[in-house]
């Protein structure tokens, strides 16, 4: 199955989310990893402005979102239920890593739809809402400050979905007009080279009575650059005009 194809049977569902700007936070993160199927228990405030502003742009997924009225709905028609569990509890599924669920995910994925399930921001799932899915993942989060955000932990769990699905190489935007030139040639360099102790000492910055060690030096700088022509066309106009300034010619 296609990894698109595979995303597509991931629902994410945000249990009775108190602030709608999560929600909105929640729906950009999923589009930004290509899931777009959002179901919500019984959510304080939905539809709401402050939810379709924090979405910045992904409206679709609000727009699309079931709005259900308990946990049971959410899932319904789901073949796996993964819950995020900040703490292990004595009831419920142990939390493991959430790249240790990943394959499983997928897998259930590839025979049918699957669920993240997310608690309310304050209180996380209760222990009914989490004895009702499958497993539970946690977010290994700096345990001296482990509170995470709800878009936050939703864009953990669908960022690693998205890697998973694509075996670590996920699709990139269409790339763009490319910064670099061809690398100069040896006599591309050399000319540049001539061209700038010339100048130098034109200017008087450089002696060839008492050299130095300036010459290598230089050598030694603009080598570490690994020159393009496009460098060399622009160092060498800069030191074309800096001749005509100071009466030289080119």
Known sequence: MKPADLLDRVRVVLCRPSHPGNIGAAARAMKNMGIARLALVTPLRFPDAEADARAAGADDVLAAARVCGNLDE?????T????????PRDLGPQPRSVREAVGELLAAAAQGE??????????????DELQRCHAAVTIPSNPEFSS?????????????????????????ADPATPFASPPATHDEIEGFYAHLEAVMTETGFYNHAQPGRLLPKLRRLFGRSRLEKDEINILRG???ATRQ???HGR
């Open 74 to 78: 959410a899932l319904a028609g789901s």
């Open 80 to 87: 796996l239920a993964v819950a995020l569990s900040a703490r």
């Open 114 to 127: 699957v669920a993240l399930v997310f608690g309310n921001e304050t209180t996380g799932l209760s222990n």
């Open 148 to 172: 995470l955000n709800l878009g936050a932990a939703v864009q953990v769990l669908c960022y690693e979905l998205r890697m998973g699905a694509y075996a670590g190489v996920p699709p990139a």
């Open 238 to 240: 800069i030191l074309a």
């Open 245 to 247: 300034k100071t009466g």
